[in-house]
Structures are given as C-alpha cells and as structure tokens.
C-alpha cells in the first residue's frame, strides 16, 4: 500500500447523502424520533491534527398533490451548508461534535437528506482511494435522545451510521 508523500496534506471526504429517517425502530420502543447526529474525530496520533467539519441539509419535499402511484420524484431540492467548524485535536484524543436536528416551523430538518463533508489531515491509500490509519479518523451516528442537554443518544438507528471506511474521498 501506498501512501500520499505528505502525510499532513488536507484531503477532503464525505459520507455522501443518507436520509435520517423521521424515526428509529426497535423491538423494545417503536416510533422514537431521530432528533441528534453525532459526527466523531478521533485522533490516535502523536502529532496534533486539524479538521474542518460542514453538514450538507437538503430539507424534506413539499408533498405534491399530483403524482404518479408508481414513483415519486422530488428534484432540485437544495442543500443548505451548515459549517460546523474547524477542530484541532490533540494527540490521542477525540472530540465529538454533537447537533440537535431542529423541528420547528420553517427549520424542520426531520426526514431530512444529510451529507458530512470534512477536510483535515485523514490519510487514505493512494492506489486504492481507501481511507486508512495513521492520521484522523471520523464516523457519524444519528439516533434518539431523551434529554436534549446530555451528551451522546438513547438509542442508535444504524441506518446513519458511518465508519470510518465508509467515507469516500473527495478529488478535484
């Protein structure tokens, strides 16, 4: 495995687009919304590393009256960038960048299309474009939360979760 000849360059990676669904669903409690995602950097080096995080929003569609049985489109849709800033983490440490999806009138982002994008010092194989070890690490999880002020989620919906090989790298 190659890797890139300047361990610290800046690449950019993205989890793509995913829909947190309005609602995670277990055995044990049916219908519990998706009101955080939970976006993790974690630094397993012994340099100081830096990321810059942004979430991609592209809000649930109007419901259109007219529309065929058989499928829905719903195009144009536009994302709105949400930055969520620049992040130096120290050696061996993470950090845990932690956001309440909104629902109130005319900022309801539930059921909502996300995308997290950061640039930063992750390192990924350059003959494959694979992320792997040696610098930054990122995952996202979405799920539920009783108590909007504590820390983490109730409980996970695996549908938003993103390890860190799930990422893709960004190339100009």
């Known amino acids: 495995m190659k890797s890139s000849k300047k361990e610290h ?69 536009p994302e709105n960038e949400i930055k969520l800033g620049t992040h130096i983490l120290k050696p061996h440490t993470c950090t845990r960048i932690e956001r309440n999806i909104p629902e109130t009138i005319g900022n309801d982002e539930t059921n909502a299309v996300y995308r997290v994008t950061a640039s930063g010092n992750f390192k990924f194989c350059k003959d494959t474009c694979e992320p792997i070890c040696g610098l930054l690490e990122i995952s996202v999880v979405g799920g539920s939360i009783f108590n909007p002020v504590e820390p983490g989620l109730e409980q996970a919906d695996p549908v938003t979760f993103f390890r860190y090989k799930d990422f893709v790298l960004c190339k100009d």
Do not use: H, M, W, Y
């Not at 829909?19 to 277990?26: F, G, H, M, Q, R």
């Not at 979430?55 to 109007?62: A, K, N, R």
């Open 9 to 77: 360059d800046k690449v950019t990676v993205t989890t793509g687009p995913f829909l947190i669904p309005l609602e995670v669903d277990s055995e044990i409690q049916v219908g519990r919304d998706n009101d955080r995602i939970i976006i993790i950097l974690t630094n397993p080096t012994d340099k100081k590393l830096e990321a810059s995080v942004k979430l991609g929003v592209c809000l649930q569609p109007e419901i259109n009256e007219s529309f065929n049985n058989q499928f829905r489109v719903f195009a144009d849709i």
